[in-house]
């Protein structure tokens, strides 16, 4: 498995959650969670998720996103909710609105096993056993 931080451009401020913007994302793939870290300045303006994923090369470069519109409320609203009647909160059906996004791999982490060491080195001592170590990065960050 890989573990991957994606940043969305174009999600808007009130779709800013992990299942709604799951709808982008086919399985498998699970959400770890927001990230909500911003390392680039280009990336101040994202919607930053940490996920993992079975082939990060396999997710959408771009994708629309179905979210929808967000609830408006009159000042007679929050007039009533003062008074504590409650008002209809939809008289219409709902519009579902399109966002065009863009999504982005910032940084990879592959967890995949590493191969075995080679033990047939020739510097060894009379054990038999390397001298030392090979250092490999463990896990490796794209």
């Not at 800013?16 to 913007?21: L, P």
């Not at 770890?32 to 300045?41: G, L, W």
Request: charged fraction near 25%; charge should be negative.
């Amino acid at each position: 498995m890989f573990r991957a931080r994606v940043c969305i451009e174009g999600v808007p401020d009130h779709a800013r959650q992990a299942a709604t913007v799951a709808q982008l994302f086919s399985a498998p793939l699970f959400i770890e969670e927001v990230n909500h870290t911003i390392e680039k300045e280009e990336n101040k303006s994202t919607f930053n998720l940490l996920i993992w994923t079975a082939s990060p090369s396999d997710l959408a470069i771009a994708g629309t996103l179905q979210i929808e519109e967000p609830i408006q409320f009159s000042d007679e609203y929050y007039l009533r909710v003062g008074n504590m009647e409650l008002p209809h909160i939809r008289e219409t059906a709902v519009k579902m609105l399109n966002y065009e996004v863009l999504i982005h791999l910032d940084r990879v982490i592959d967890f995949s096993p590493l191969p075995s060491p080679d033990r047939q080195s020739f510097d060894t001592d009379i054990s038999g056993q390397p001298n030392d170590e090979p250092t490999v990065q463990w896990p490796v960050t794209h």
